[in-house]
T-cell receptor
């Protein structure tokens, strides 16, 4: 059974640029959730995708957007990067959209200069 | 608004000691609760999921309890080892059941 994978591992961007992060869900899981973790903080929920539709969103601006593909992999896109977007971005997959155990990938470390 | 607090922020113990990590939440009408382990700069490893109808869950040397009436969960680690050194995060599901709300974690250091 393959776990959750994310790419790339690290990324450095400059303010104003755009970035795309990718996530492959665990085998058999149809739900992907994205979280942002700033240094020293707990992860903050960005949004969830269930069967290719957004199924819940946290307190993040519209420049954070996502996609889920038919194979349940997912992308997180961030436009007009700001310095405060520097963080570890975590993807989690689960069997279903509601109350199921979430399994996390290794994360993508984004640095915005 | 649900808030999750973990105290203490850091804990150092000698190898072999039994220890308890605490997690409290403001809204007792919670659904499921999940405990995670995070090594520095890495992703989260799920340790235990406690469903709202359960009072505790066990996995190996780990035991997690849930007391909704008092708004608390504890993670008990028996016979701690240096390999247990990590940050432990507690999270509860939001009302929609779609998102986890996390505490800031307790960073555990076990010395040999």
């Amino acid at each position: 059974e393959t776990g959750v994978t994310q790419s790339p591992t690290h990324l450095i961007k400059t303010r104003g640029q755009q970035v795309t992060l990718r996530c492959s869900s665990q085998s058999g899981h149809n739900t992907v959730s994205w979280y942002q973790q700033a240094l020293g903080q707990g992860p903050q929920f960005i949004f969830q995708y269930y069967r290719e539709e957004e199924n819940g969103r946290g307190n993040f601006p519209p420049r954070f957007s996502g996609l889920q593909f038919p194979n349940y992999s997912s992308e997180l896109n961030v436009n007009a990067l700001e310095l405060d977007d520097s963080a570890l971005y975590l993807c989690a997959s689960s069997l279903g959209a509601r109350l199921d155990e979430q399994f996390f990938g290794p994360g993508t470390r984004l640095t915005v200069l | 608004k649900q808030e999750v607090t973990q105290i203490p922020a850091a804990l150092s113990v000698p190898e072999g000691e039994n220890l308890v990590l605490n997690c409290s939440f403001t809204d007792s009408a919670i659904y499921n609760l999940q405990w995670f382990r995070q090594d520095p700069g890495k992703g989260l490893t799920s340790l235990l999921l406690i469903q709202s109808s359960q009072r505790e869950q066990t996995s190996g040397r780990l035991n997690a309890s849930l007391d909704k009436s008092s708004g608390r969960s504890t993670l008990y680690i028996a016979a701690s080892q240096p390999g247990d050194s990590a940050t432990y995060l507690c999270a509860v599901f939001n009302q929609a059941g779609t998102a986890l709300i996390f505490g800031k974690g307790t960073t555990l250091s076990v010395s040999s």
